[in-house]
């Protein structure tokens, strides 16, 4: 069974940092594209960054690119998004997925940006 | 960024009718290998959202068949044949064909 496991949410006053962490599992991680989506309460779906196989290639939406970095360790098979200087408008669920096209999600985590 | 505009935004449907969602593209939405990168997802309120058809038509494993995706180019449309009561929730499609890729805005289906 495909398993994706968000972690590292939490509560950050808007300046700060985190680093939400995706445990993969039922699949050859290494093999695959990974992905992550937010959703701002209450509103639709976002997508954040995307990272290749072997690390080699990252893409960002422009409203995080210089803040937030996605990295990958295929042989814990792991993601992370570590996300600096956060603001406000970063408060959402936090969701990893697999592949380009997000064929598997995991739960999400949240995360709140708030003084 | 490629624009994704859904039509309509709520969608009110009798159990066992039918119910058909549209998703247009700015741009273009087949990529240099030949494939049309166009997903739509389901949400059900309180859950992660969940990948219904992938490539434009291809459904996913254990999505019923009711559910159908067509379309080419820029203009794309997700039908269910006759309408349940678990299918209630909001339908995103998605483009994977640019960066960044982008979702449509979202629609809701209730029960009418």
């Known amino acids: 069974e495909i398993q994706l496991v968000e972690s590292g949410g939490g509560l950050v006053q808007p300046g700060g940092s985190l680093r939400l962490s995706c445990a993969a599992s039922?699949?050859?991680?290494?093999?695959?594209?990974m992905s992550w989506v937010r959703q701002a309460p209450g509103k639709g779906l976002e997508w954040v960054a995307n990272?290749?196989?072997?690390?080699?290639?990252?893409y960002y939406v422009d409203s995080v690119k210089g803040r937030f970095t996605m990295s990958r360790d295929n042989t814990k098979n792991s993601l992370s998004l570590q996300m600096n200087s956060l603001r406000v408008e970063d408060t959402a669920v936090y969701y990893c997925?697999?592949?380009?096209?997000?064929?598997?999600w995991g739960q999400g985590t949240l995360v709140t940006v708030s003084s | 960024d490629v624009v994704m505009a859904q039509s309509p935004l709520s969608l009110p449907v009798t159990l066992g009718q039918p119910a058909s969602i549209s998703c247009r593209s700015s741009?273009?939405?087949?990529?240099?290998?030949?494939?049309?990168?166009l997903n739509w997802f389901q949400q059900r309120p309180g859950q992660s959202p969940r990948r219904l058809i992938y490539?434009?038509?291809n459904r996913d494993s254990g999505v019923p068949d009711r559910f159908s995706g067509s379309g080419s180019g820029t203009d794309f449309t997700l039908k269910i044949s006759r309408v349940e009561a678990e299918d209630v929730g909001v339908y995103y499609c998605?483009?994977?064909?640019?960066?960044?890729?982008?979702f449509g805005q979202g629609t809701k289906l209730e029960i009418k």
């Open positions: 490539w434009v038509s």
């Open positions: 997925a697999r592949y380009r096209s997000l064929g598997s």
């Open positions: 998605m483009q994977g064909a640019h960066w960044p890729h982008t």
């Open positions: 741009q273009s939405l087949v990529y240099s290998d030949g494939n049309t990168y």
């Open positions: 039922g699949f050859t991680f290494s093999t695959d594209w």
């Open positions: 990272i290749k196989e072997d690390g080699s290639e990252k």
